[in-house]
């Protein structure tokens, strides 16, 4: 606790020099930002729009582990590009490529050798609309119209909290089933009223990262999908999920999957939704020589609105139920039911928003829970197109494949981590 004492002091003793130095500045730094954008019509209905950030995070070892000396390591969270084009209103295309995790322990000497993350695509889609309102649009590629949460269609441009909640529980299929929780597939979406929905058939990907940890002898894989059933025929190849959200004051865009999360007091937002993940036949028992099925589904709700002159009060919860198979622990969750939620306060006429986060996970498999706690600091330089985010992580009996010791044992994990972002 001294350590993120030390980091909060002068996390805050820089953000008062940078304050007083824009103070003394004559004329102020202007600011302000206008999309990247380039319009092809008079009044801008057909356009192509370009987004592009960077997240670049400092951040500690596991203060966790007895006896260690705390280093520091800065490493590229993220790296991406994004363009999208509305040349009709009747059609879109949206490409979204980059990295993630560009770390010193997998940069590659001469950009072409070693095994450091490389430029991928992320999105790839294409849509069209079949209805003359905004009830039905199809879909199909690569995609993150997602299912069973908010937080599973978070966008990595404006969270509330530091990143998306660790153990990835909303992004539960992520390198399970899925490119970095995109899947290939095709997709409907549409809006009527207060009311939308997202649907979605999809392939699992091949080559996924399966944890396989049931802890009662069962021999669950989750790779049903690879197995042929008992008379050769392959099964497992396809997954539905979806979302289904109504909005009580505020109606939110569905142009784009990435679910906001804070507006900084710029609308009144208040949002329930359910949703689910099914992949029948995924999974393979390879003691019984039968395949079984996956069955998430999940319930949330979402408050971002002012209470006063340049606030804004921000609050999530959710409650998740997985079943994987017996005792079956995958990667990010495991059989059981998880709860999440956090809150967060931007202080009136400030550029502060002090948050806290908490996840705890019951799980067949494990005879504790699951427990991660984020408490963090925002700075908003200008919203969410540059701020600072200084956060105390910790995770209780991580279930994570990096949440195991030497000897594979669970272990805890503490960190003070650091991400500066900054988006155009």
Not at 159 to 177: I, K, Q, Y
Not at 188 to 198: S, T
Request: aromatic share 14%; charged share 20%; glycine share 10%.
């Amino acid at each position: 606790m001294k350590r993120l004492t030390k980091l909060t002091a002068l996390l805050l003793l820089l953000i008062g020099f940078s304050g007083q130095a824009q103070a003394q500045d004559k004329p102020e730094v202007d600011h302000s930002y206008k999309p990247l954008k380039i319009d092809f019509s008079e009044d801008g209905s057909k356009y192509l729009r370009f987004i592009i950030w960077h997240q670049h995070w400092s951040q500690t070892n596991n203060l966790a582990v007895e006896d260690s000396k705390t280093q520091l390591t800065h490493f590229v969270r993220r790296s991406r590009m994004l363009a999208y084009a509305q040349i009709s209103p009747r059609f879109l295309i949206l490409t979204h490529f980059g990295l993630n995790n560009l770390t010193p322990g997998n940069l590659s000497s001469l950009g072409n050798n070693a095994d450091a993350p490389q430029l991928f695509l992320h999105d790839a889609w294409t849509e069209f609309k079949v209805s003359n309102d905004n009830s039905l649009y199809l879909g199909g590629g690569l995609h993150y119209w997602k299912g069973l949460t908010r937080m599973a269609n978070a966008s990595t441009l404006n969270f509330m909290t530091m990143d998306n909640t660790r153990p990835f529980v909303h992004w539960h299929s992520l390198a399970v089933t899925d490119q970095f929780a995109r899947h290939l597939g095709i997709y409907a979406k549409g809006q009527l009223g207060k009311f939308d929905y997202r649907l979605a058939l999809n392939n699992p990907g091949r080559n996924g990262l399966q944890a396989d940890r049931s802890s009662n002898g069962v021999g669950l894989e989750y790779n049903g999908f690879a197995v042929p059933d008992e008379n050769g025929d392959p099964v497992g190849n396809s997954i539905i999920e979806g979302y289904f959200r109504y909005n009580f004051w505020d109606t939110e865009s569905t142009k784009l999957p990435y679910a906001v999360g804070t507006y900084l007091g710029k609308k009144k937002v208040f949002a329930v939704g359910a949703g689910f993940f099914a992949h029948p036949n995924g999974m393979y028992n390879t003691t019984s020589q039968e395949h079984e099925s996956v069955s998430h589904f999940a319930v949330d709700a979402f408050l971002d609105m002012p209470l006063g002159e340049g606030d804004c009060l921000n609050a999530y919860a959710s409650f998740m139920s997985f079943n994987y198979g017996e005792n079956y622990v995958s990667r990010w969750a495991g059989t059981g039911s998880v709860f999440y939620g956090h809150v967060g306060y931007k202080l009136p006429n400030s550029r502060f928003m002090p948050y806290i986060a908490f996840q705890t996970g019951s799980y067949e498999g494990y005879e504790e829970n699951t427990q991660a706690l984020d408490i963090g600091l925002n700075y908003f330089i200008n919203g969410h197109n540059a701020k600072l985010t200084l956060e105390y992580h910790t995770i209780s009996n991580d279930i994570r494949e990096g949440g195991l010791d030497a000897n594979g044992e669970i272990q805890d994990v503490r960190q003070i981590r650091l991400q500066a972002h900054i988006f155009l």
